[in-house]
């Protein structure tokens, strides 16, 4: 799972810590996918995962729908044949530093697969019936009428899962829902809560290889846990607040 990532001298999307520690350099994620590539493993969309599973396969995925998704994720997954996933938050398109529709077009026209991140990246778990039928199948809507193309795949904002959430995604006509779950994905796996390990800014290439392999995953299960079990006591809101004074205090005791 990568979000944002950074080129020199180009300006982030966002600022907040909270933010900053997903987005990967541009560097860093080319040096991923040559090594991915050099040991003869297979990058892949979720929809080629799920037509044609692969022994040394390992499915890509972008978040949010970042402009980077286009200028250079884009041109370094072509250079290596692989596939990916962006899932685009709809209420983002046009915002400095993301996708506007003729760039998300493109996009979805070069080849990649196109999911939905939502309409505006809000906690499905604190919305009633009505925002989620507008955050799935509104968004799966309007992404569709942008690229011409059947949008099947949806990843939970933040990774707040919930089976109201599948209900609805069923409903709209998905085939599958990612979260943030740390795990690997057996072939026999629920295609409605499908574990992804998110690339942080830092991930090192030692770690990578390891978690690409499925070495450590435990270790990032245990503290996804702990999170899990703190928003349930302390709400969603009252846990982003907590964890935002954290961040930036570890950021100004460096």
């Known amino acids: 799972m990568y979000h944002e990532l950074e080129l020199p001298g180009r300006p982030l999307c966002q600022s907040e810590p909270g933010y900053v520690r997903y987005v990967v350099s541009a560097a860093v994620f080319e040096s991923q996918m040559h ?6 493993w297979r990058g892949m969309s979720l929809t080629e995962a799920l037509s044609s599973p692969h022994e040394n396969g ?4 972008f978040d949010d729908g970042c402009e980077t998704d286009l200028l250079r994720a884009a041109p370094v997954l072509h250079g290596a044949r692989f596939g990916a996933t962006f899932y685009i938050t709809v209420g983002f398109l046009g915002k400095r530093g993301y996708l506007s529709h003729s760039q998300l077009l493109e996009l979805s026209d070069q080849g990649f697969d196109i999911g939905c991140h939502s309409m505006t990246h809000s906690y499905l778990s604190d919305c009633l ?3 989620l039928q507008q955050e799935l ?10 690229t011409g193309r059947r ?3 949806f990843s939970c904002p933040g990774g707040r899962w919930s089976p109201r959430v599948v209900e609805i995604a069923r409903r709209a006509g998905y085939r599958s829902i990612v979260t943030s ?3 690997a994905n057996p072939l026999q796996a629920d295609l409605f809560f499908l574990g992804r390990v998110a690339v942080m ?3 090192s290439l030692e770690d990578f290889q390891r978690l690409c392999q499925g070495h450590g995953l435990w270790k ?8 899990s079990s703190a928003r349930r006591l302390f709400g969603n809101s009252a846990y982003d607040r907590i964890r935002s004074l954290l961040l930036n205090r570890s950021v100004k005791d460096r």
């Open 129 to 131: 019936d009505d925002r």
């Open 137 to 146: 199948a509104g968004a799966k809507d309007e992404l569709e009428q942008i």
């Open 201 to 203: 800014r830092g991930t």
């Open 151 to 153: 949008v099947e795949h």
């Open 58 to 61: 390992v499915v890509l995925t």
């Open 181 to 183: 779950h740390p795990a």
């Open 220 to 227: 990032l299960q245990v503290r996804d846990l702990t999170r």
């Open 35 to 40: 090594w991915l590539k050099s040991i003869g």
